[in-house]
């Protein structure tokens, strides 16, 4: 951590979000902040005890700080996971207690998990037993019927209690049955005030928020009681969003890269994916958004995926999108909002 901001990585992050935030998209988003915390998708327990634990765990060296999200219920598999993750150089373990879909249910895990909070104390126990790494945990503020305060405060203090002191709240409730994770991300509505209650009535547990925050001025409003904010889809579909983080959020002296620069130090990633026979659109997908609202955005975005899962292409497919990118755009640089200060002490 630089003496010039001395913030925590969490007080900016990027949502675990299945099929998106895979190890390609973290690398580019590296390229745009140094500082925000980044998440893996849900991995579940199973797939990396008895599947392909590379495939699962694998990541850059550039991606750091870089959490894992696990998926699962039983301590002795999670533990276990833990323990592999730690070797595999992660910073952070995560359990998956927010996500609604039928394919977490089913395993018992995910949103599920708030109905059982003695469960999660236990595996939260088990994974912190098992590494020395920080132990968190990502939830709604209720399921289905489950949705009073006081079983919010029930569910936390709870786990608390186990040892975990680092809560990932989703200020949205989720119903397990009736609604799409989709819809579940959308139609519950947002309720910040009980995200700041928690922070108020459990000073000592660090509180992030994450629901709905679509910039960086949203961030640095809620960041004045949260200890840390998540940004999700925003952060996918317009990624630029990130390039100010760490001037804006995090306080450091550095410029923010153009999105020229940005595509620049991606390329070389990318190069040595195509060279071991990745599709080029495997990692420059998770790019589709850079130029969201600019001139020059159609033209990528077709360029990129009409061309970009074609065998055989490679960079040429990517200098040819950014030549229908006008020069203004590709070399723009975030402007320092008026109404924003960096947290960090000067």
Known sequence: MSAASPLPPHTLSVAPMMDWTDRHCRVFHRTLTRRTLLYTEMVTSGAILHGDRERHLGFDAAEHPVALQLGGSDPVALAECARIAQDYGYDEINLNCGCPSDRVQNGSFGACLMGTPDVVARAVEAMRG???????????????????????????????????????????????????????????????????????????????????????????????????????????????????????????????PTRREAIEAFLPYVAAQVEQGQPLNRSMRHTLGLFAGQGGARHWKRTLSEKGHVPGAGLEVVREAMAGVPDSVLDARPALQSTMQALAPA
């Open 130 to 256: 098992a590494t020395t790494l920080p132990v968190t945990v990502k939830h709604r503020i209720g399921i289905d019927d489950l949705d009073s305060y006081e079983h919010l405060t029930r569910f936390v203090g709870t786990v608390a209690e186990a040892g975990c002191g680092t809560f990932i709240v989703h200020a949205r409730k989720a119903w397990l049955s009736g609604l799409s994770p989709k819809e579940n991300r959308e139609i519950p509505p947002l309720r910040y005030e009980l995200v700041q209650q928690l922070k108020t009535d459990f000073p000592h547990l660090t509180m992030i928020l994450n629901g709905g925050v679509l910039t960086l001025e949203d961030a640095q409003a809620h960041l004045a009681w949260a200890d840390g904010v998540m940004l999700g889809r925003a952060a996918y579909q317009n990624p630029y969003i990130l390039a100010a983080a760490d001037r804006d959020v995090f306080g450091e002296a550095a410029v923010p």
